[in-house]
C-alpha cells in the first residue's frame, strides 16, 4: 500500500470495508448533507452565463510530472457557476471526511467491544488506533483533492516504505490489549511455550538441545 487510504480503502478486508461504507459512511454523509449543506439556488448565476452557453467544450489542463501527462483540472468547465460554489465544494469534503472518522469510529468501537468480551480488556488503544487512521486517511483524501498532482510526488517505492514505517509505529495501539493478557503469546506459540520461547521437553514442538 502507498498510504492510508489505500491501505484501508483496496487492500484491508474488503468485505468489512465495503459493510462499514454502506452502513455507516453513506447514510451519515447523507445524513448531514440534508442538515449542513443548502441546496444551491439556480437563480444566482455569474452574468458571463449567456455568453458561456455557446463556448466550446472545456479543455482540460494538462500538465506533465514525471514525463506523464496528467489532467488536473479544466480550463473552462462550461456550465454556469453558482455564488457560493467553492463554499459548498468545502462543505462537501467536510461531510466526507466527517464520515470516514465516523466509520472509523465505529470500527473502533466494534474492537473494544470484542476484546473486552473475549479477554476482558478494552482502554481505549483501539479506538485511538483506528481515530489516527482515520484522521490520517481524511488528511490524504483532502490534500489529493487540493493538490491534484501529489500523489506523484514521491516515487512508488518511498511511499510504501513511509506507509509501512507509520503503520508499524502505530501496530502497538492496536495489540496493546493482546499483550497484556498474554493472548497473544497464546495465539502464537504453543500452549506450554513461555513469552521467550522455551518449550517444554514434553512438548511435541519444543528444540531439543
Keep these: 500500500a502507498t498510504g492510508p487510504r489505500d491501505f484501508w480503502g483496496r487492500r484491508w478486508n474488503q468485505l468489512f470495508g465495503r459493510l462499514f461504507h454502506r452502513c455507516v459512511f453513506e447514510p451519515s454523509r447523507s445524513v448531514m448533507t440534508r442538515l449542513f449543506l443548502a441546496p444551491a439556488v439556480p437563480t444566482e448565476l455569474e452574468p458571463e452565463h449567456h455568453a458561456r452557453q455557446s463556448s466550446p467544450p472545456p479543455r482540460p489542463a494538462i500538465v506533465s510530472v514525471d514525463g506523464r501527462r496528467i489532467i488536473v483540472a479544466d480550463i473552462d468547465s462550461g456550465h454556469p457557476k ?7 465544494c468545502v462543505g462537501r469534503n467536510a461531510v466526507a471526511a466527517v464520515a470516514g472518522m465516523l466509520s472509523f469510529a465505529t470500527s473502533g468501537l466494534m474492537h473494544e467491544l470484542l476484546f473486552w468480551h ?92
Design 118 to 209: 473475549s479477554i476482558n480488556d478494552a482502554r481505549g488503544e483501539n479506538l485511538l488506533f483506528f481515530l489516527l487512521h482515520g484522521a490520517l486517511t481524511s488528511a490524504q483524501v483532502c490534500l489529493h483533492r487540493a493538490f491534484p498532482s501529489l500523489p506523484h510526488a514521491l516515487p512508488r517505492w518511498l511511499s510504501v516504505l513511509l506507509w509501512n514505517a507509520l503503520l508499524v509505529a502505530t501496530l502497538p495501539l492496536f495489540f496493546a490489549p493482546l499483550i497484556r493478557s498474554r493472548a497473544l503469546s497464546v495465539l502464537l506459540l504453543p500452549p506450554s511455550c513461555s513469552l521467550v520461547g522455551l518449550c517444554s521437553s514434553n512438548d511435541p514442538l519444543s528444540v531439543r538441545s
Design 82 to 88: 453558482r455564488k457560493g460554489d467553492s463554499a459548498r
